[in-house]
């Protein structure tokens, strides 16, 4: 199975102040497609899962543009570019490029 | 929009089985792979399995081969989850959620299973 790592665990962020999320996989998650499925998700406080970023770097439909992604191979990058109150919550990337997909352990971002 | 509406919590005990629902609305069901995705108390997100538009084929995480059946019934747009031989460890919340093409793209608003004698 591919390993997901994320650090930090955890990230106490001043409001408008950004924010970054690194997540390790253990193997490349370039598909054979060409394609590396590697996607961020949000999980606010009590609420399911949101898909935030796709494919790396793709924003889903009504994501902020201050979600940012980015990286390639084995590692990548979530960045809050300024943090707001709503994006207090956990952030899990993903990988769909082998099953069993597999999640990294989270981040939890909150406000200092 | 996409909505996936996901049966109440349940409470069983040891050893007993549990069939979740979810039933989809808002885009064409039987056109996408679904996927089951659980979440134990205070813990991460745990991926279970997914299962093709037709319901023909599934693939389930090792961990939970021989206990899961997922199924789904395009006629009424609705996918299930059967857990068997349940232990405390599959105390969860339990995600139905839609494939966007390698990735999850939209998920039920959970549903609470709870083990315990």
């Known amino acids: 199975d591919i390993v997901m790592t994320q650090t930090p665990l955890s990230s106490s962020v001043t409001l408008g102040q950004p924010a970054s999320i690194s997540c390790r996989s253990s193997q490349s998650l370039v598909h054979s497609d060409g394609s590396t499925h590697l996607s961020w998700v949000q999980q606010r406080p009590g609420q399911p899962p949101r898909l935030l970023i796709y494919?790396?770097?793709n924003r889903f439909s009504g994501v902020p543009d201050r979600f940012s992604g980015s990286g390639a191979g084995t590692d990548f990058t979530l960045k809050i570019s300024r943090v707001e109150a709503e994006d207090v919550g956990v952030y899990y990337c993903?990988?769909?490029?082998?099953?069993?997909?597999?999640f990294g352990q989270g981040t939890k971002v909150e406000i200092k | 929009q996409v909505q996936l509406m996901q049966s109440g919590a349940e409470v069983k005990k040891p050893g007993a089985s549990v069939k979740i629902s979810c039933r989809a609305s808002g885009y064409s069901f039987g056109s996408y792979h679904m996927h089951w995705v659980r979440q134990a108390p205070g813990q991460g997100l745990e991926w279970m399995g997914i299962?093709?538009?037709?319901?023909?084929?599934?693939i389930y995480a090792q961990k939970f081969q021989g206990r899961v059946t997922m199924t789904r019934d395009t006629s009424t747009s609705t996918l299930y989850m059967e857990l068997n031989s349940l232990r405390s460890e599959d105390t969860a919340v339990y995600y139905c959620a839609k494939d966007g093409y390698y990735i999850v793209d939209y998920w039920g608003q959970g549903t609470p299973v709870t083990v315990s004698s």
């Open positions: 993903m990988q769909g490029t082998q099953y069993p997909w597999t």
């Open positions: 299962i093709t538009p037709s319901g023909e084929s599934t």
């Open positions: 494919k790396i770097s």
